[in-house]
């Protein structure tokens, strides 16, 4: 069974600060996604990385792929109010046909 | 472009009753994807199925759920005799294909009295 671990599980921050949450697993991934759900809604993806090393930018957040397809991270510059949500990562294995999730980030910006 | 659709939003049922939960995939989709979440918690998954096929339901308890996508029609999620335990949010997600991203529905949040 593949298991991701995603830390921190609870953030809170001040608006303007810097994050970055962390999805690790001991399995290879043909690739990882990044969502991102509001309270009452359904999760909303924010991007895929599929090539070790890889680095995506979608505005103030920044996404990696680990070189190993193993772990991915996401860095928020400048915190917003607006960021706050639950953050989950899932990822495709490479023979398995259902994506694995992460339990998720909570994260809090306050104004 | 619609995107995933689930009916009911809430869902509200008494122990004993059944529980009928329906997703339409994105146009194109054959892939659907069943997961639960309570709340402050991630998405467990439940079932995977393609048309008229269940691929994969090992994340579905042995008894009272049932999973179906038939060749017409939206994919059900059935729970018979409902117990408190079984209140929840229920997410779909649809995809291509095997192994591609998932897109979400808006879920279906069930309440059992």
């Known amino acids: 069974t593949q298991l991701l671990e995603q830390s921190p599980q609870f953030l809170s921050i001040q608006e303007g600060e810097n994050l970055t949450v962390y999805c690790n697993s001991s399995?290879?991934?043909?690739?990882l996604q990044w969502y991102r759900q509001e309270p009452g809604e359904g999760p909303v993806l924010l991007v895929t990385?599929?090539?070790?090393?890889e680095v995506k930018k979608l505005k103030r957040l920044t996404f990696q792929f680990g070189d190993a397809r193993k772990d991915s991270s996401l860095h928020i510059t400048a915190a917003q109010p607006g960021d706050t949500g639950l953050y989950l990562c899932?990822?495709?294995?490479?023979?398995?046909?259902?994506?694995?999730f992460g339990d998720g980030t909570t994260l809090t910006v306050k104004p | 472009n619609a995107g995933v659709m689930q009916n009911p939003r809430h869902l509200v049922r008494r122990r004993g009753q059944e529980a009928r939960l329906r997703c339409s995939p994105m146009?194109?989709?054959?892939?659907v994807y069943w997961y639960r979440q309570l709340p402050e918690e991630g998405l467990k998954f439940m079932v995977y199925?393609?048309?008229?096929?269940?691929?994969?339901e090992s994340g579905m308890p042995k008894e009272r759920f049932s999973a179906e996508f038939p060749k017409e029609g939206p994919s059900i999620l059935r729970i018979q005799q409902v117990v408190r335990g079984d209140s929840a949010a229920y997410f779909c997600?649809?995809?291509?294909?095997?192994?591609?991203?998932?897109?979400f529905g808006p879920g279906t949040r069930l309440t059992v009295l």
């Open positions: 997600a649809s995809s291509p294909g095997q192994g591609h991203e998932q897109f």
């Open positions: 399995s290879v991934f043909s690739s």
């Open positions: 990385v599929v090539t070790g090393g």
């Open positions: 899932a990822g495709n294995g490479v023979y398995a046909g259902k994506s694995t």
């Open positions: 146009k194109g989709h054959s892939h």
């Open positions: 199925l393609q048309k008229e096929n269940i691929i994969d």
